[in-house]
C-alpha cells in the first residue's frame, strides 16, 4: 500500500529519490517523504509532509548533496495522514531512519518495552517502534544489516522496512516479510523498491527478494542473506517492458491510457497460446486436471473476473466453480483435497488477502494455480503454476486492462482444460482472437456515451442491471462508479429486482442496464427488467449489440459476440462512463481519495 525507494551511488539521491517516488505514488499517496544521508555521522536531513508527493517537493528547497537516501509514500494504517505520522521515523539522534510497508502487529507491545527502555514516541504509527528497535540494536553492534536481522526476528506482521544509518553512510538496508521488495541493480548505483517502475528509468537489471531475507546495498555490492545472517542467491532478472509503458504517453490519465491500452493488452495475453482451434498453455502442462472442484480466489475487480470466468470454466472443463473473496476465504475452515484446484486472480501478486488465500488453500492440500500481471511477484511465486497476463504495467488505481486480460486468461484455462479433458467443446479461439478488433471498435465510438455521462452527475445513485455473465459485469460497472465518482453504486442480478432492489426505483433513478445478446435463453427476461424498472420511472441506458431493436432513447451499442465473451465488450463503456463521471465531479481519477493500487495490507 506505500511506495519505497532507497538508493544508493553517485548521483543526487534527492533527485533520484523523488523521480522514483512519482513512480510510486499511486501505492499511496496521503503523504510522502525523505530521508538523506547528507553527512557521516551527523543527524540525517529528513523531510516529510501530508499529502501528495508535492508537498514533499516544496518541502525541499533547496537540493542536498547526499548521494543515499530512502523515501516513501504512505497509505495511512496506523495513525492519521499528518506530517508526524508521515515516514521516515528516526530515533532520538536522529542518524538512523526507517521506512515501512505493512502492519507490524506487536507494535504496542514493543512500544510499552521501548517506552520502560526510556524512548519518547513522537508519531500514532506502528514503525515508530520499528525506528527505535533497530537504533537500540544497532548500538550492540554497529551493523546496520545485523541489526535488521536481529530486529525482523522480533517483528509480528508483514513489513518491507528500508533503513539508512549515518555512522553506514552508503549503506542501505531493506528486509521483507509478505510485503513486496525488489532490487535494482545498476552501474555504480544501486536501488531497493517496492516495484521496478522506481527505478526501471535507470536499470532494468532486477533481483526478487525471498521471504524473511534481508538485504544490503552499497553503490557497489548486493548482498542477500537469510535472518540467520546465511547468505541467499537472490533470483536474478531482466525487466522487459520499456519504462515508457509506465508513463501517460499523451493522455491526460493513466486510465485512460489503459482503457485504450484494452485491444493491445488482450492481444498481447493471447499472443501465442492459441494454435488454429486448440489453446495451448505451456505454463500449466505439469497440472494436473483430475480435480473435482475448481475454487477462484480474489479481490475487488480481480474477484468479477473471477465471477465471470466461473460460467465458461464450468461449461468447457464440466467442473463445479465456486468463486470467493480472498479475505472471506482465508478465516473460514473451507473443505478443501488435493482434488481441488484452486486459481488465485491478482493484476499485482501482491494483494494480502488474496496472498494468504493462497497460503490457507496450500496448506489444505489444494493444488494452486495462478493469474497474474506482475512477473516475479509473491502469488505467482508462490503458486504452482501461473498464467501471466500481459497487460503491462497498470498504474491508475481503478484497474481496467487488469480486468479484461484476467478474464481472458481464465478462458484461456477453460478451453485448454476442457480439451485435455476431452470434452467437445466450441470452436472459441476464432471469437477469442476478434476481440481486440472489437474492442478497438467499441473505443472508436464511446463519444455520445461521455456526453449522455453528463445527464447524470447529479444522481445521488446510480443502479447497474446483468444477467448470467451479464451480473458481474454489472458488479464491475458499479465498483468502478464508485471507486472514481464516489456516487453510491450498486449492481444486481436482473432476476433478483423483484425480491427487493426494485423498491429502490423512483423518477429519474439511473439504471445502466446490460443487455445479452438476441440468441440467450435470457435476452427476453433482461428486457422484461428494463420495462420493469422503465415503468416505475428509471432512466435506462442500455448497453447492446446491434441484435435488439430497443426502444430505448439511450443505447451504446457494442459488436456481436458469443455470449460468454459479452463481458469483455460490456464492460469497456462502464469504465468509460465511470471515467467521465470522475472528470465531472472533479475527482483524482488516477489517485481516488482513500485507496491504493496494490492492497497489501489486511
Ligand atoms: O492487484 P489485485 O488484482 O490483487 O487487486 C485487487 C483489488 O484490490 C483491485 O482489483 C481493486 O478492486 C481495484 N482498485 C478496482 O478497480
Given at each position: 500500500?506505500?511506495?519505497?525507494i532507497?538508493?544508493?551511488?553517485?548521483?543526487?539521491?534527492?533527485a533520484?529519490i523523488?523521480?522514483?517516488?512519482?513512480?510510486?505514488?499511486?501505492?499511496?499517496?496521503d503523504?510522502?517523504?525523505?530521508?538523506l544521508v547528507?553527512e557521516a555521522?551527523?543527524?540525517?536531513?529528513?523531510?516529510k509532509?501530508?499529502?501528495k508527493l508535492?508537498?514533499?517537493?516544496?518541502?525541499?528547497?533547496?537540493?542536498?548533496?547526499a548521494?543515499?537516501?530512502?523515501?516513501?509514500?504512505?497509505?495511512?494504517t496506523?495513525?492519521?495522514p499528518?506530517?508526524?505520522?508521515?515516514?521516515?521515523?528516526?530515533d532520538?539522534?536522529?542518524?538512523v531512519?526507517?521506512?515501512?510497508?505493512?502492519?507490524?502487529?506487536n507494535?504496542?507491545?514493543?512500544?510499552?518495552e521501548?517506552?520502560?527502555?526510556?524512548?519518547?514516541?513522537?508519531?500514532?504509527?506502528?514503525?515508530?517502534s520499528?525506528a527505535?528497535?533497530?537504533a537500540?540494536?544497532?548500538?550492540?553492534t554497529?551493523?546496520?544489516a545485523?541489526a535488521?536481522?536481529?530486529?525482523c526476528?522480533r517483528?509480528?506482521?508483514?513489513?518491507?522496512l528500508?533503513a539508512?544509518?549515518s555512522?553506514?553512510?552508503r549503506i542501505?538496508?531493506g528486509?521483507?516479510?509478505?510485503?513486496?521488495?525488489v532490487?535494482?541493480?545498476?552501474k555504480?548505483?544501486?536501488y531497493?523498491a517496492?516495484?521496478v517502475?522506481?527505478f526501471?528509468?535507470?536499470?532494468?537489471?532486477a533481483?526478487?527478494?525471498?521471504?524473511?531475507?534481508v538485504?544490503?546495498v552499497?553503490p557497489?555490492?548486493v548482498?542477500?542473506?537469510?535472518?540467520?545472517?546465511?547468505?541467499?542467491?537472490?533470483?536474478?532478472y531482466?525487466?522487459?517492458w520499456?519504462?515508457?509503458?509506465a508513463?501517460?504517453?499523451?493522455?491526460?490519465?493513466?486510465?485512460?491510457?489503459e482503457?485504450?491500452?484494452?485491444?493491445?493488452a488482450?492481444?498481447?495475453?493471447?499472443?501465442?497460446?492459441?494454435?488454429?482451434e486448440k489453446v495451448?498453455?505451456?505454463?500449466?502442462?505439469d497440472?494436473?486436471?483430475?480435480?473435482?472442484?475448481?475454487?477462484?480466489?480474489?479481490?475487488?475487480?480481480?474477484?468479477?473476473?473471477?465471477?465471470?470466468?466461473?460460467?465458461?470454466?464450468?461449461?468447457w472443463?464440466h467442473?463445479p466453480?465456486?468463486?470467493?473473496?480472498?479475505?472471506e476465504?482465508?478465516?473460514?475452515?473451507?473443505?478443501?483435497s488435493?482434488?481441488?484446484l484452486?486459481?488465485?486472480i491478482?493484476?499485482?501478486?501482491?494483494?494480502?488477502?488474496?496472498?494468504?488465500?493462497l497460503r490457507?488453500?496450500?496448506?489444505?492440500?489444494?493444488?494452486?494455480i495462478?493469474?497474474?500481471?506482475?512477473?516475479?511477484?509473491?502469488?505467482?511465486?508462490?503458486?504452482d503454476a501461473?498464467?501471466?497476463?500481459?497487460?503491462?504495467?497498470?498504474?491508475?488505481?481503478?484497474?481496467?486492462?487488469?480486468?479484461?486480460?484476467?478474464i481472458?486468461?481464465?478462458?484461456l484455462?477453460?478451453?485448454?482444460?476442457?480439451?485435455r479433458?476431452?470434452?467437445?467443446?466450441p470452436?472459441m479461439?476464432g471469437?477469442?482472437?476478434?476481440?481486440?478488433n472489437k474492442?478497438q471498435k467499441i473505443?472508436?465510438t464511446?463519444?455520445?456515451?461521455?456526453?449522455?455521462?453528463?445527464g447524470?452527475k447529479d444522481?445521488t445513485?446510480?443502479?447497474?442491471?446483468?444477467?448470467?455473465?451479464g451480473?458481474?459485469?454489472?458488479?464491475?460497472?458499479a465498483?468502478?462508479?464508485?471507486?472514481?465518482?464516489?456516487?453510491?453504486?450498486?449492481?444486481?442480478?436482473?432476476?433478483?429486482?423483484?425480491h427487493?432492489?426494485i423498491a429502490?426505483?423512483e423518477?429519474?433513478?439511473?439504471?445502466i442496464?446490460?443487455?445479452?445478446?438476441?440468441?440467450?435463453?435470457?435476452?427476453?427476461k433482461?428486457?422484461?427488467?428494463?420495462?420493469e424498472?422503465?415503468?416505475?420511472?428509471?432512466?435506462?441506458i442500455?448497453?447492446?449489440?446491434?441484435?435488439f431493436?430497443?426502444?430505448i432513447?439511450?443505447i451504446?451499442?457494442i459488436?456481436?459476440?458469443?455470449e460468454l465473451?459479452?463481458?469483455?465488450?460490456s464492460?469497456?463503456?462502464?469504465?468509460?462512463?465511470?471515467?467521465?463521471?470522475s472528470?465531472?465531479k472533479?475527482?483524482?481519477?488516477d489517485q481516488?481519495?482513500?485507496?491504493?493500487?496494490?492492497?497489501t495490507?489486511e
Amino acid at each position: 500500500m506505500c511506495g519505497i525507494i532507497g538508493y544508493t551511488g553517485s548521483d543526487s539521491a534527492q533527485a533520484r529519490i523523488i523521480e522514483g517516488l512519482r513512480k510510486l505514488e499511486y501505492r499511496g499517496y496521503d503523504s510522502a517523504g525523505i530521508a538523506l544521508v547528507e553527512e557521516a555521522k551527523k543527524p540525517l536531513l529528513i523531510a516529510k509532509r501530508a499529502g501528495k508527493l508535492a508537498n514533499l517537493e516544496e518541502a525541499l528547497t533547496k537540493e542536498s548533496r547526499a548521494s543515499a537516501g530512502i523515501g516513501h509514500t504512505r497509505w495511512a494504517t496506523h495513525g492519521g495522514p499528518t506530517d508526524m505520522n508521515a515516514h521516515p521515523h528516526a530515533d532520538e539522534t536522529g542518524k538512523v531512519a526507517v521506512i515501512h510497508n505493512g502492519i507490524i502487529e506487536n507494535y504496542l507491545e514493543l512500544k510499552h518495552e521501548l517506552e520502560i527502555r526510556g524512548h519518547k514516541f513522537k508519531s500514532e504509527t506502528d514503525t515508530e517502534s520499528v525506528a527505535f528497535l533497530l537504533a537500540d540494536e544497532l548500538k550492540k553492534t554497529g551493523n546496520l544489516a545485523s541489526a535488521m536481522r536481529a530486529i525482523c526476528k522480533r517483528l509480528k506482521g508483514s513489513f518491507t522496512l528500508l533503513a539508512v544509518d549515518s555512522d553506514n553512510p552508503r549503506i542501505i538496508v531493506g528486509a521483507r516479510r509478505n510485503s513486496p521488495l525488489v532490487v535494482g541493480v545498476g552501474k555504480g548505483e544501486n536501488y531497493l523498491a517496492s516495484d521496478v517502475s522506481a527505478f526501471i528509468a535507470f536499470t532494468k537489471s532486477a533481483l526478487e527478494l525471498g521471504q524473511d531475507q534481508v538485504v544490503e546495498v552499497s553503490p557497489e555490492k548486493v548482498e542477500v542473506t537469510d535472518l540467520d545472517g546465511r547468505i541467499v542467491t537472490p533470483h536474478a532478472y531482466e525487466i522487459t517492458w520499456d519504462s515508457k509503458a509506465a508513463e501517460r504517453g499523451g493522455f491526460k490519465h493513466f486510465m485512460l491510457k489503459e482503457i485504450y491500452e484494452q485491444p493491445k493488452a488482450v492481444a498481447d495475453t493471447l499472443l501465442g497460446r492459441i494454435k488454429g482451434e486448440k489453446v495451448e498453455l505451456a505454463e500449466l502442462k505439469d497440472i494436473k486436471i483430475d480435480f473435482e472442484r475448481i475454487l477462484i480466489l480474489a479481490c475487488g475487480t480481480a474477484f468479477h473476473a473471477g465471477l465471470i470466468g466461473k460460467y465458461a470454466l464450468e461449461e468447457w472443463t464440466h467442473t463445479p466453480v465456486d468463486v470467493e473473496l480472498a479475505s472471506e476465504f482465508r478465516y473460514r475452515k473451507p473443505v478443501l483435497s488435493n482434488k481441488t484446484l484452486v486459481i488465485t486472480i491478482s493484476q499485482s501478486g501482491e494483494t494480502m488477502d488474496t496472498l494468504m488465500a493462497l497460503r490457507h488453500a496450500k496448506s489444505l492440500g489444494a493444488t494452486t494455480i495462478s493469474i497474474c500481471n506482475t512477473i516475479g511477484s509473491t502469488i505467482p511465486r508462490e503458486s504452482d503454476a501461473v498464467l501471466y497476463t500481459h497487460a503491462g504495467p497498470e498504474i491508475a488505481v481503478a484497474s481496467t486492462k487488469a480486468l479484461l486480460t484476467q478474464i481472458i486468461a481464465i478462458y484461456l484455462i477453460a478451453l485448454n482444460f476442457g480439451e485435455r479433458k476431452g470434452i467437445k467443446l466450441p470452436n472459441m479461439t476464432g471469437e477469442l482472437l476478434e476481440l481486440p478488433n472489437k474492442i478497438q471498435k467499441i473505443l472508436e465510438t464511446v463519444e455520445p456515451l461521455r456526453e449522455m455521462t453528463r445527464g447524470y452527475k447529479d444522481a445521488t445513485s446510480v443502479l447497474f442491471l446483468g444477467r448470467h455473465v451479464g451480473y458481474p459485469a454489472a458488479l464491475e460497472g458499479a465498483l468502478k462508479l464508485k471507486e472514481l465518482a464516489y456516487m453510491h453504486a450498486e449492481g444486481f442480478a436482473g432476476g433478483e429486482l423483484k425480491h427487493g432492489p426494485i423498491a429502490l426505483i423512483e423518477n429519474g433513478t439511473p439504471v445502466i442496464a446490460i443487455v445479452p445478446p438476441a440468441s440467450s435463453e435470457i435476452a427476453a427476461k433482461m428486457i422484461s427488467n428494463i420495462e420493469e424498472v422503465r415503468a416505475r420511472g428509471a432512466r435506462v441506458i442500455a448497453i447492446a449489440d446491434s441484435s435488439f431493436n430497443l426502444e430505448i432513447p439511450e443505447i451504446i451499442r457494442i459488436p456481436k459476440s458469443h455470449e460468454l465473451l459479452q463481458p469483455i465488450l460490456s464492460i469497456v463503456p462502464l469504465q468509460v462512463f465511470a471515467y467521465e463521471m470522475s472528470l465531472l465531479k472533479g475527482n483524482d481519477v488516477d489517485q481516488p481519495r482513500n485507496l491504493a493500487k496494490s492492497v497489501t495490507v489486511e
